[in-house]
């Protein structure tokens, strides 16, 4: 059973940084692609970032590049997604997804506000 988790979320001024983790089990990590997505309030969910399985391949909505990396660690099975000069349009909940299995994490809350 593919269980994602995601942790690291909370509060953060403008112009901080947060760095969320995401732990997998369930399946073999080292495979397969992994992604973030976020969704803020009355709006659709977004993807904000994707690594391949190896790590060597990373792509980003244009609305984060240059300020948000993903990550991925194999051996403890997590991917990271470092948040770097946060805005508060950056607010929104962050969740892990396996996209080869359709599997979601439960979210983890930034809010972005001073």
């Known amino acids: 059973q593919v269980q994602l988790v995601e942790s690291g979320g909370g509060l953060v001024q403008p112009g901080g940084s947060l760095r969320l983790s995401c732990g997998a089990s369930?399946?073999?990590?080292?495979?397969?692609?992994m992604s973030w997505y976020r969704q803020a309030p009355g709006k659709e969910r977004e993807l904000v970032a994707r690594i391949s399985a190896a790590g060597g391949n990373t792509n980003y909505a244009d609305s984060v590049k240059g300020r948000f990396t993903i990550s991925r660690d194999n051996a403890k099975k997590t991917v990271y997604l470092q948040m770097n000069s946060l805005k508060p349009e950056d607010t929104a909940v962050y969740y892990c997804?396996?996209?080869?299995?359709?599997?979601w994490g439960q979210g983890t809350q930034v809010t972005v506000s001073s």
């Open positions: 997804y396996a996209p080869r299995f359709s599997s």
């Open positions: 369930g399946f073999t990590f080292t495979g397969y692609a």
